[in-house]
């Protein structure tokens, strides 16, 4: 099996930054992409941002120009830089591993932005 370690969630006032991170370990895997999703209260999971073993990137509309996502193929870790936050970005944020053969999900963490 594989375990998501993911770290960076906290309080932060609105256009303050956060950096989230996520690193994988256990079982040997080739890795396709890692992900992040977050979910708010009352509403559905939503992607927010992903990037490919190849590096291309994929952002949801609402935080094009405010989150960057990037790995590090060494350490199998994905993280997201979060700046200019909103209170809009309030949610749990969750990492996501895909392989060959299964997807993994992180415990997620909490972001909260609030003055």
């Known amino acids: 099996q594989v375990q998501l370690v993911e770290s960076g969630g906290g309080l932060v006032q609105p256009g303050g930054s956060l950096r989230l991170s996520c690193a994988a370990s256990g079982s040997r895997f080739a890795m396709y992409g890692m992900a992040w999703y977050r979910e708010a209260p009352g509403k559905q999971r939503e992607l927010v941002a992903l990037i490919r073993v190849n590096g291309d990137t994929n952002y949801a509309d609402s935080v094009k120009g405010r989150f960057n996502i990037s790995k590090d193929k060494y350490k199998n870790a994905v993280y997201l830089q979060m700046d200019s936050l909103l209170p809009e970005d309030t949610a749990v944020y969750y990492c996501?591993?895909?392989?060959?053969?299964?997807?993994?999900w992180g415990q997620g963490t909490q972001v909260t932005v609030s003055s």
């Open positions: 996501k591993l895909t392989t060959r053969t299964a997807d993994y």
